[in-house]
């Protein structure tokens, strides 16, 4: 089969990003003042999505969250806006992942005094990847995996396998760390291989920044 590359965007979720803590107030768009904002407008390092956050009961209030999205396959973007209900003592996500915000409108939030949102950016490539589905019906099989931590990035990572299928969606997929230790809980470069019968891989990513380039490539010895 033709070698796996992926490039992982990593980044550490930001509550507040995009908008600090501040009182919404009917028909007065939030103001876009957090770290990833500049002139007016937020805009993140790999598209994200968007994430109100609020310790008060906002859920009779909606939000609408406009900003750029990529457009697929291009390196070029599109206008994008999502209206999201407002959380109550809770964390509320977009469904779409935007490039950059450039409003968050406020609607029927007139009756709040001290109750405040804070608007920011979900993590980015934190946690478990997606299942990559290797050839298992190759003899003698060795699966080589190579991690590189690009630039000036950083990463915590393990890579795990599983024998159970990748496409069956009504099943959670048994995890088993890779055989090569080194491979697990990694924080620098590794490359690695195995003669271990593997199904399907995945990267977990239990933190770090900037992106985790991984390479799989898999060959016989016949």
Known sequence: MRPIQKVIDI???DANGVSTAETPVDGVDLTIAGAFASGGVATFPYPTYVTLTSTDDLSATTFTVIGTA?????????YLSETITGPNNSTVTTTNQFVTVTAVE???????TTETVEVGGAAVGIGNGPWWPLDIYNPNQVTTISCNILASGSATYSVQFTNEDPF???????????PVAALTGASTDQTAFTTTLMRAVRVNVASGSGQLRVTVVQQSTV
């Open 70 to 78: 990529v457009t697929p396959n291009t390196s070029g973007s599109v």
């Open 168 to 178: 069956d969606t009504t099943i959670t997929q048994l995890p088993v760390a890779h």
């Open 106 to 112: 406020v609607s029927t939030a007139s009756t709040y």
């Open 11 to 13: 980044a550490a979720a």
